[in-house]
């Protein structure tokens, strides 16, 4: 009897899900069938609006005013985005396309101070197609990039992340410095990396950001600083002398000294030379990470004491100061006897270590005639 139940019982639980999927396809459908519908009544009303600008005519205030109220549902929104991207974006050279879009400005500023009050995904969204949409570089610091600045108080991952990623397609360095000083004060903090690729996709004066955000650095927290300095190092070789003093610094933090380091390998600072040779020379296994970077950026740097540094990284016990090491003796032109110095030694890590990098050389080689071969 107790089998029969369970026997029952699963067939019901099963018969449930079956139905359950079936409806829920059911309303994806028809939610599919809803945004079409919707996408093509925007598309319409568009149209209508293209064809009196192209005749020489303003295009009418109550189809903007009748937008904004539309648009406050996230519905419509959504619709109205890939109305947008499927039939504006192919007509973006059109004076009267371009006209529309400019004309759409007053609306997306309506709309961003009404969804800076909904709900965290509602904001996101909005932030999120704002993005994609506006006018770039409409002004160079207007209402709309100070909005965005303040979603950036939410306690929502994604609603700052799409708002920052707003004010970089926007291009005012001011508003993203302000934006990233908002989020570091908040402790809402990104993946350093996240952060980084943010600021090197800015759409802007990088010149002009990087002054900023490296005037504000000493009131950032450490891992802030460190997205800030790994920008600056992809963007400007306008800081050897302030990374330097970074580098030099003992009480920074760890990783800050690293990124500093990475900097003067970037750009070659000669009075960061007797410190890159320190950093190599320190056999400290606890600070192995100094020595390995260091070894790396003085492939940059010449002299006899750098590839005397470099022979001498070569021996060590850390693969990644070896690798290190053997790339720098590389990119200093070597030829294969002194390369053999090396070799030839009694130390076989570092036999190895260069061997691996001579054979490695040697198929790059090999993949790039052939390339040409084929070319």
């Not at 929104?77 to 004309?103: C, G, I, T, W």
């Not at 920074?252 to 190599?280: H, M, N, Q, T």
């Not at 032109?333 to 260069?354: H, S």
């Amino acid at each position: 009897m107790g089998s029969e139940v369970l026997l029952y019982l699963y067939g019901a639980v099963s018969l449930s899900m079956i139905v359950f999927n079936i409806v829920y396809n059911l309303i994806l459908n028809e939610k599919d069938r809803w945004l079409i519908r919707a996408e093509n009544r925007f598309a319409k009303k568009m149209e209508e609006q293209l064809e009196r600008i192209g005749r020489g005519e303003m295009p009418e205030e109550k189809y903007f005013r009748r937008l904004v109220r539309k648009l406050s549902r996230v519905g419509n929104l959504n619709a109205f985005d890939r109305m947008l991207s499927d039939h504006l974006e192919p007509r973006s050279s059109e004076p009267a396309a371009q006209k529309y879009v400019h004309e759409l400005q007053s609306v997306f500023l309506q709309l961003a101070l009404l969804y800076r009050n909904r709900e965290n995904l509602q904001a996101a969204y909005f932030a999120y197609f704002l993005a994609g949409h506006r006018q770039k570089n409409h002004m160079a610091v207007d209402e709309i990039q100070n909005i965005m600045v303040d979603y950036m108080k939410k306690d929502s991952l994604y609603c700052r992340t799409n708002a920052l990623q707003a004010l970089y397609e926007f291009g005012s360095p001011e508003s993203v410095a302000e934006a990233v000083t908002l989020q570091d004060r908040t402790g809402y903090f990104f993946h350093e990396k996240i952060l980084t690729d943010g600021l090197l996709s800015f759409k802007g004066d990088h010149r002009r950001l990087t002054r900023l955000l490296w005037d504000r650095l000493d009131r950032f927290s450490d891992r802030t600083k460190l997205s800030v300095l790994n920008y600056i190092r992809f963007r400007s070789g306008e800081y050897q002398k302030e990374m330097c003093a970074i580098m030099m610094d003992k009480e920074a933090d760890k990783e800050l000294r690293l990124s500093a380091i990475r900097y003067v390998g970037r750009y070659p600072y000669p009075p960061a030379k007797p410190a890159l040779l320190a950093f190599a020379a320190d056999r400290d296994p606890n600070r192995w990470e100094y020595m390995a970077v260091s070894v790396s950026s003085l492939a940059g740097y010449p002299g006899e004491d750098v590839i005397h540094a470099l022979m001498n990284a070569i021996h060590s016990s850390n693969w990644y100061v070896r690798f290190n090491a053997a790339e720098s003796l590389q990119a200093h032109g070597l030829g294969y006897e002194e390369l053999l110095e090396v070799v030839g030694g009694q130390d076989r890590y570092a036999r190895e270590m260069m061997m691996y990098r001579l054979d490695r050389q040697h198929l790059e080689e090999e993949d790039t005639m052939e390339k040409a071969v084929l070319g």
